[in-house]
């Protein structure tokens, strides 16, 4: 279970990230969060897919590195081998929490940076330092802060995207059935993708409304991401292949 903190110079004032990626700080992910404000990045390098968030029922968009639970084809003991990383899993260890404030009589929420104190990434020995040695802020804690900022309004865009999608019923369902060169199979269910003949279909206004919101030219990146799942059967043969 997380043990969220919030950032103090107090209380972390010795405490460092690692910032290493391997499967021992989480990073064997088969999928995580992405927003249309990074598709232009994400799907250069992976799959694009939607599914719903349990706890919500609502679309969210995610990038794909596997085809199984704990399964990420882009990590091994090098790292991660992309140039492009998404957000939601470089912001780990840390989270945005939310404090109520009083300024003249008016309460308010305020957005705050937490950090999660169990997490196998924080470490008082090695790693990227929070504070400097005689106070104030890293330069990796104000990069991480704003990045924190990126990652909850696009969230918050992401949203109001898959919203837009699934209102004008763009979204289908998609088993992907996988046989690889050994013969074995795999088949991937409960992830949506985007219809390319309703996409096609849509009205002069709905493509102009698309436009507008600036969502047409992620739904096109999302949709030509799909040509990254060759890119991902190939090194899943290549992983199988070394196994065997």
Same mark, same amino acid.
């Given at each position: 279970?997380? /043990?969220?903190?919030?950032?103090?110079?107090?209380?972390?004032?010795?405490?460092?990230?690692?910032? +290493?990626? !391997?499967?021992?700080? &989480?990073?064997?992910?088969?999928?995580?969060?992405?927003?249309?404000?990074? @598709?232009?990045?994400?799907?250069?390098?992976?799959?694009?897919?939607?599914?719903?968030?349990?706890?919500?029922?609502?679309?969210?968009?995610?990038?794909?590195?596997?085809?199984?639970?704990?399964?990420?084809?882009?990590?091994?003991?090098? &790292?991660?081998?992309?140039?492009?990383?998404?957000? !939601?899993?470089?912001?780990?260890?840390?989270?945005? $929490?939310?404090?109520?404030?009083?300024?003249?009589?008016?309460?308010?929420?305020?957005?705050?940076?937490?950090?999660?104190?169990?997490?196998?990434?924080? !470490? /008082?020995?090695? $790693?990227?330092?929070?504070?400097?040695?005689?106070?104030?802020?890293?330069? @990796? =804690?104000?990069?991480?802060?704003?990045?924190?900022?990126?990652?909850?309004?696009?969230?918050?865009?992401?949203?109001? @995207?898959?919203?837009?999608?699934? +209102?004008?019923? =763009?979204?289908?369902?998609?088993?992907?059935?996988?046989?690889?060169?050994? &013969?074995?199979?795999?088949?991937?269910? $409960?992830?949506?993708?985007?219809?390319? +003949?309703?996409?096609?279909?849509?009205?002069?206004?709905?493509?102009?409304?698309?436009?507008?919101?600036?969502?047409?030219?992620?739904?096109?990146?999302?949709?030509? !991401?799909?040509?990254?799942?060759?890119?991902?059967?190939?090194?899943? /043969?290549?992983?199988?292949?070394?196994?065997?």
């Amino acid at each position: 279970m997380a /043990n969220h903190a919030l950032v103090s110079p107090v209380a972390h004032k010795d405490v460092k990230i690692i910032t +290493d990626r !391997s499967a021992k700080y &989480g990073d064997n992910l088969w999928y995580a969060l992405t927003f249309p404000r990074e @598709f232009r990045s994400v799907q250069a390098h992976y799959p694009i897919f939607f599914n719903k968030n349990p706890s919500t029922g609502k679309f969210i968009s995610v990038a794909l590195f596997g085809f199984k639970e704990h399964e990420n084809l882009f990590l091994d003991d090098n &790292g991660w081998n992309a140039d492009y990383i998404p957000t !939601s899993v470089l912001r780990s260890p840390f989270l945005i $929490g939310k404090q109520k404030t009083t300024e003249n009589g008016v309460e308010e929420e305020q957005r705050m940076l937490t950090l999660d104190m169990d997490n196998p990434r924080v !470490s /008082n020995i090695e $790693g990227e330092a929070l504070f400097l040695p005689f106070g104030g802020h890293s330069d @990796f =804690l104000d990069k991480t802060s704003s990045m924190m900022e990126a990652l909850h309004l696009g969230a918050i865009d992401g949203q109001a @995207f898959t919203q837009k999608l699934e +209102d004008l019923e =763009l979204l289908e369902p998609c088993t992907l059935d996988i046989t690889l060169d050994n &013969g074995l199979k795999n088949q991937m269910i $409960g992830f949506y993708v985007i219809n390319e +003949d309703k996409v096609d279909a849509l009205t002069i206004e709905q493509i102009q409304d698309l436009r507008e919101s600036k969502y047409l030219q992620a739904i096109y990146m999302a949709i030509a !991401s799909q040509s990254n799942i060759r890119s991902l059967v190939t090194k899943k /043969n290549a992983l199988v292949a070394a196994q065997d």
